[in-house]
């Protein structure tokens, strides 16, 4: 099995059809990238190997971004199974490579500030309980703005963080409505799991903004289908008329969010600003993966 991204990305071109590779080459050249990319040009890509055209996806888009363009590529040219396995082996690379950074001298935990959401004893953890505490009860809870339902999400680890906060500061039952605005929301959803190593990978790829985890949380904790229900008609707190995003589904992302970044004013407005803009123009082809 491939190890590197690279390797993985040529090993998935490599076993479709010349046909398909032509099919593949020709959207590839049309496809719609944002800036500062560029599209690769028909005529660079026309002669090229499976391998040819990997380097030049990764040489126009670097590894990350040619990652997912090539699977959404794949998909738009009907080879699924292989847009499918090549998620998988990429999904299981960068696993593979959190865990090994982990275990690198200078590396990992220390030098990356990443959660230890399993020790709860460590000081680390302590630290962290300290932030929910102070970011959770002093900003979230007692904010009219994000005051809204606490039903339990379906997923053990979100389950148990939310536990935690309502533990901090117990209230009785509220409405899944912020009480001041009277905006509807939308019904709770089931949240996907979120697993150390994701937000390992989101905090490996969110250079510092706090805008781009909140975009990470977001995409990874609602499925794409989901999404392309909200677009236009939902955003994170239901302002112009509009729905507001689930409650336990707003919950867990200040509270993930919050255990990164302060949530200060500025923070919450990038936050529900990063958000907002997913929800107000529909994007194509699934949500990016992580490497």
Known sequence: ??????????????????ESLKN???KLSSFNVQSPFKQIPSSTLDDQSAKEVVDSIVRYYTTSNGANITWQVLEEINECQVSE???????????????????????????NKLRDRTNRKSSRTHSRQHQRQKYGKENLLDSEEFSHSQTEPTQPRNARRLLEM??????GP????PRHLGRQCQPDIQLVDLTD???KLMVKNHEGKVENFARFV???LVSFDIYQNWVKN??????RGKFALPGNLRDTIVMEVGSEFPLNKKNKKKMKNSINELLRKQRCGGWPILI
Do not use: C, W, Y
């Open 197 to 199: 190593t994701d937000i």
């Open 234 to 239: 939902t955003n994170f707190d239901g302002s």
């Open 174 to 177: 509220r409405s899944s409505t």
């Open 24 to 26: 593949f080459k020709r």
């Open 85 to 111: 396995d090549l998620k998988k082996n990429i999904l299981r690379a960068s696993e593979k490579r959190v865990k090994v950074e982990e275990k690198t001298p200078g590396k990992g935990l220390a030098d």
């Open 218 to 220: 977001f995409q990874h």
């Open 1 to 18: 099995m491939p190890e590197t991204i690279t390797d993985i990305l040529i090993h998935a071109l490599e076993n479709i059809s010349k």
């Open 166 to 171: 309502n533990n901090a500061k117990k209230k």
